[in-house]
């Protein structure tokens, strides 16, 4: 499941600046703006949850706990 919502949300941050770049250069550059704000928050949000946790894994381990195999 947290594959899909990873996916999910790589597919919609790349929507987001598709559509920034498709609002700017119609002259709607305030629209643009904030798609690209919006699309550096969601990867952000992706960063967070895949960056390693100090002494704890990442944050999907934390979440899902040991995958078989791995002790716990």
């Known amino acids: 499941m947290f594959d899909l919502v ?3 949300a ?3 941050i790349v929507a987001l600046l598709y559509g920034a770049m498709v609002n700017w250069r119609s002259g709607d550059r305030r629209r643009g703006v904030l ?3 919006a699309a550096l928050v969601l990867a952000g ?3 967070l949850w895949i960056l390693p ?3 704890r ?3 999907r ?3 899902e706990g ?3 195999g791995q002790g716990g």
Do not use: D, E, K, Q
Request: aromatic share 0%; net charge positive; no cysteine.
């Open 6 to 8: 990873m996916t999910v």
């Open 10 to 12: 790589m597919l919609a």
């Open 35 to 37: 798609m690209v704000i």
């Open 45 to 47: 949000n992706v960063a």
């Open 53 to 55: 946790v100090p002494g």
């Open 57 to 59: 894994g990442t944050a």
């Open 61 to 63: 381990s934390v979440v």
């Open 66 to 68: 040991p995958r078989p």
